[in-house]
Nanobody, 118 residues
Framework: QLQASGGGLVQPGGSLRLSCAAS????????IGWFRQAPGKDREGVSC????????YYTDSVKGRFTISKDNAKNTVYLQMNSLKIEDTAVYYC?????????????WGQGTLVTVSS
């Protein structure tokens, strides 16, 4: 089970931190990450991190602005989102990834809404 939190309303240029609390232990997961879906658009893989050694993937549009991290003691993954843009507006879903990449996820929890607006 993956539970996302931390969404909200923020102005362009602002920051938010999303959290994903996972049930079980870190060894139950190869990688945990995020994909998003904006209204009327396809899903987009955003970022993921391997729970063993912390290898990461970012989609090009968030590189340099978003940072993914993990706390194995809490079995929680974080997505720090800085310099947010209007186009980052979407529902963000925390997902289990079976490989690093934009669409290598196979199940996910409820999403959290991120709205970037002035």
């Amino acid at each position: 089970q993956l539970q996302a939190s931390g969404g909200g309303l923020v102005q362009p240029g602002g920051s938010l931190r999303l959290s994903c609390a996972a049930s079980g232990t870190p060894s139950d997961y190869y990688a945990i990450g995020w994909f998003r879906q904006a209204p009327g658009k396809d899903r987009e893989g955003v970022s993921c991190i391997t729970m063993s050694d912390g290898a990461v993937y970012y989609t090009d549009s968030v590189k340099g602005r978003f940072t993914i991290s993990k706390d194995n003691a809490k079995n929680t993954v974080y997505l720090q989102m800085n310099s947010l843009k209007i186009e980052d507006t979407a529902v963000y879903y925390c997902a289990n990834f079976h490989d690093l990449g934009p669409d290598q996820y196979d199940y996910w929890g409820q999403g959290t809404l991120v709205t970037v607006s002035s």
